[in-house]
């Protein structure tokens, strides 16, 4: 479903800027010089992934991140690595973090919220049709397109499920009953953290 296939290499890019940094890696904004389109550029320093041991975390995301497409996703367009770096290219989503508009707001109206809810659910029922739990739901993850529409973002926990997993892991304020208590969870605590 791409609209154009991303250049081939990270050099193809013109002047990336730094969006955002996290534990092992960074988010530039970058262009394309053909097409003028703006994406995100996901670098993750593999030194650090080694370090952390966290090679089979970044090979989960990627893998999830490759199957997945959605209007309602940041959906990854590209990826690559060479000696020092992976590299994941993705839509660039420009109206930031939905937990920004929330906080200036103090709270939303109620056909604001519902309108929001509607594409959280769609997002969560295409992830859980691919058997994906998302478990990381947030408004620090759902970013805003330039018409107001959600996209969820950052795939580092979710997870592909047959049945149940055990893994304490998510946003200590969203965390579902069952993770917390180690009983083992299911797609179920998506839809705790939707509310």
């Known amino acids: 479903m791409q609209e154009h296939a991303p250049p081939t290499t990270p050099s193809s890019q013109h002047n990336p800027e ?3 940094t996290g534990t092992f890696g ?19 320093a593999m ?12 090979k989960n995301e990627k893998n999830i991140l490759r199957e997945i497409d959605h209007p309602f996703v940041v959906n990854m367009r ?15 989503v420009s109206g930031g973090e939905l937990f920004s508009y929330l906080r200036n707001a103090g709270r939303f109206d109620n056909a604001t919220a519902n309108f929001y809810a509607c594409e959280i659910v769609l997002a ?7 058997s994906i739990v998302y478990r990381d739901l ?8 330039r018409d107001g529409h959600l996209k969820i973002t950052d795939f580092g926990f979710a997870k592909k499920l047959k049945d149940r997993t055990w893994t304490l892991c998510g946003t200590p304020e969203y ?11 299911n797609k179920a605590v998506d839809w705790w953290a939707l509310g």
């Open 18 to 20: 730094l969006d955002g």
């Open 26 to 44: 960074r988010v530039c904004l970058c262009r394309d010089k053909e097409t003028d389109k703006y994406w995100a550029m996901k670098i993750l």
């Open 47 to 58: 030194a650090d992934v080694i370090r952390l041991k966290q090679i089979e975390h970044v």
């Open 78 to 92: 590209w990826h690559a690595k060479d000696d020092c770096c992976l590299y994941m290219l993705f839509e660039y």
């Open 124 to 130: 969560l029922e295409y992830l859980h049709a691919l």
């Open 138 to 145: 947030k408004p620090e993850n759902l970013l805003l397109d």
């Open 175 to 185: 965390l579902a009953p069952e993770i917390i208590q180690s009983k083992g969870h």
